[in-house]
């Protein structure tokens, strides 16, 4: 089956710098890749995902980027904010008999201080 | 609208009982998901529901575990004879199930669950 690693575990950034997390996923198939943040007890939210058939997405100061031969993708965050720190978690999918199901990374704390 | 609502939030059970995880999905979402969250770890994929049927229950460590969908709303997780490394964070997921789970899903807050 499939399998997401993902780097690094945590994250410290102070505010106004930019933050970059990576992942790579082990099955080719995969063609769904979302990105989730998690603030503290609270349950996953989707921030930003990105198909096989695109290199880049951008959303306001969020950006995936990927790459299908290396098998990896990551997620760049922007002019950092203390919100942004949360846990975040990469996923990749494979659409197989009619429905996919999601391989989450480990998950990564991202820790911006002011 | 309301989210995704899971009951209870937290859980305190003995080893050895049986326990049952609720999970209210937004309306209208037909895809459900339950998902397994242990202390530093990522999200372990637990089973998956479209409509009342479930086509992928891979996740589901054991056959002490088992879900169960009905009315293609209301989702319930049950756990027989508990053990200690079945304490985790158990999340519950829908989704509009219009994209075979590529689309987004909804969390709830989850069931925090620990087994004596």
């Known amino acids: 089956g499939e399998n997401v690693e993902q780097h690094p575990s945590t994250l410290s950034v102070q505010e106004g710098d930019s933050a970059v997390i990576k992942c790579t996923y082990s099955d080719s198939a995969s063609n769904y890749f979302p990105w989730y943040k998690q603030e503290l007890g609270k349950g996953p939210q989707l921030i930003i995902d990105i198909r096989s058939n695109v290199g880049e997405k951008k959303d306001q100061r969020i950006a995936v980027t990927l790459n299908k031969t290396a098998k990896h993708f990551s997620l760049h965050i922007t002019e950092t904010q203390p919100e942004d720190s949360a846990v975040y978690f990469c996923?990749?999918?494979?659409?197989?008999?009619?429905?996919?199901?999601?391989?989450f990374g480990k998950g990564t704390m991202l820790l911006v201080s002011p | 609208g309301a989210g995704v609502s899971q009951s209870p939030s937290n859980k305190v059970t003995e080893k050895g009982k049986d326990v049952e995880l609720r999970c209210d999905p937004i309306?209208?979402?037909?895809?459900l998901y339950w998902y397994r969250q242990s202390l530093g770890q990522g999200l372990e994929f637990l089973i998956y529901f479209q409509g009342n049927s479930a086509p992928d229950k891979s996740g589901l460590p054991s056959d002490r575990f088992s879900a169960e969908r009905t009315g293609g709303s209301v989702s319930t997780l049950t756990i027989q004879r508990t053990q200690q490394e079945d304490s985790a964070v158990y999340l519950c997921a829908s989704s509009f199930g219009t994209s075979g789970g590529q689309e987004t899903q909804y969390f709830g807050p989850g069931t925090r669950l620990l087994v004596l």
């Open positions: 996923a990749a999918s494979i659409w197989d008999s009619g429905y996919s199901t999601l391989t």
């Open positions: 309306s209208g979402h037909t895809a």
